[in-house]
């Protein structure tokens, strides 16, 4: 048996224990470790330090890469709103009684094991323990090496802290952050219930195409919104400057604005707050309307590439198009099934437009900067997942069970 395999089968075993443990000591662990976050912000900022030590400030993943006191005080203050929610196991899904007399419940349940690949974001290590932990899971972390320092930092507090409480340390284990490792979490069947890869396309194709265990995938998010021949302009700067620059290097952050060819006129207004930041790739018409009225250094044709690209920079493709037809068109093409919005005043086209769209979250009339768990009111997530199978955008408590049967009979026998 190897090292990781043993891993595996002790994460199992503390699984057992957080399922029987009673709500309130779930919620108490989660508010003490939030409490210790704050109070231990100094030590898990110097292991960040060491991590962006080594990566370019101009790389777009440093900004997810970073840790500061503002926020892991959110990150505290996100766990200790888990702690809040109500408990998402032994809800009554169904219940109903068959002719026979049979009584048959159908009730929420944890997976038991999950593993979690993801990339350098940090705060996903507090983020993802606290909501496995409140649905009665134990979690296996795989981080990239890029974050290894800060996720290290991280794990050694949370375990401290369930020794602290007489709990299985277990309950979160940080696998080495190597491809062998990866191989071995994926291959895990039969000890890991389920995985959930967060990041970027490339790692969840890998995910996908390698895993024996059952996987959700989440994270690419080709983001796009239309400004419609309805939008309204004053709304429409807000919700595009916002979904763009809020953060640039999150997946719910715009990629490609499309525009209505008869608002073309409006293009240089709906862009020019973000003129200092944000380098565009503007098709024929766009660009001929932006030429002379956005800095001509952040002004490039598009070429085939730029439509259907997750930049996660300060960058954005630029679509005209001539009816709200093809802007689906366009987002049926590019779009990743992650966020879509439209800003229109027409109420018929945002009809349309959401029932038409195929993404997990489609907006009239705001930004996709809202696609979050925390701003959905689940406290934190696990990701986001752009499947149709199973889990379907941001996922939180509930995502994180599945479902047994109970039958309580009478001595009845089938004939």
């Given amino acids: ?173 940080l696998l080495p952050a190597t491809h062998e490792a990866t191989k071995e979490l994926l291959e ?28 959700i995938e989440t994270g690419a998010g080709v983001v796009n919104t239309y400004f419609d021949i309805d939008g309204d302009l004053a709304k429409g700067i807000r919700i595009v400057t916002n979904a763009k620059t809020r953060r640039v290097s999150v997946c719910n952050a715009l990629d490609c604005l499309i525009i209505h060819s008869s608002r073309l006129a409006d293009l240089p207004a709906l862009v020019a707050e973000m003129a200092g930041r944000v380098t565009l790739y503007a098709d024929s018409r766009a660009f001929s309307a932006l030429d002379g009225h956005y800095p001509a250094e952040r002004l490039f044709p598009a070429g085939p590439e730029a439509f259907g690209t997750e930049y996660m920079d300060y960058k954005m493709a630029v679509k005209t198009v001539d009816s709200l037809q093809e802007a689906l068109d366009h987002i049926r093409t590019y779009g990743s099934g992650h966020s879509e919005a439209i800003v229109t005043e027409n109420a018929a086209s945002a009809r349309r437009f959401q029932a038409s769209v195929d993404a997990a979250c489609v907006y009239v009339n705001a930004p996709t900067s809202f696609t979050d768990g925390a701003q959905f009111g689940l406290g934190a997530e696990i990701g986001i997942s752009t499947q149709k199978l199973g889990a379907r955008g941001p996922m939180g408590l509930e995502e994180l069970t599945t479902y047994k049967w109970l039958i309580d009979g009478n001595g009845q026998t089938r004939p």
């Fill in 188 to 215: 895990a069947n039969g000890l890991v219930d389920l995985i959930i890869p967060r990041g970027g396309r490339r790692l969840i194709d890998f995910v996908r195409d390698n895993a024996k265990v059952p996987c």
């Fill in 1 to 173: 048996m190897s090292d990781l395999t043993e891993l595996f089968v002790s994460a199992r075993e503390a699984a057992g224990a957080v399922v029987e443990l009673e709500d309130a000591a779930r919620n108490g662990l989660l508010n003490r470790l939030a409490d210790r976050i704050v109070e231990e912000a100094e030590a898990l900022l110097a292991a960040n330090v060491e991590d962006l030590a080594a990566m370019s400030p101009e790389n777009p993943l440093y900004d997810r890469l970073m840790l500061t006191k503002e926020r892991l005080e959110g990150i505290a203050a996100d766990m200790r709103k888990v702690a809040t929610l109500p408990c998402p196991l032994e809800r009554t899904l169904a219940d109903r009684t068959l002719p026979n007399g049979l009584r048959l419940r159908k009730v929420a349940v944890p997976f038991g094991v999950i593993g979690v690949i993801y990339e350098a974001r940090p705060n996903v290590t507090f983020d993802v323990f606290s909501l496995c932990f409140k649905s009665g899971n134990a979690c296996l972390l795989k981080g990239g090496r890029d974050a290894d320092h800060s996720n290290r930092a991280a794990v050694t507090l949370i375990r401290k802290v369930l020794a602290e409480s007489g709990l299985p340390e277990n309950a979160v284990c």
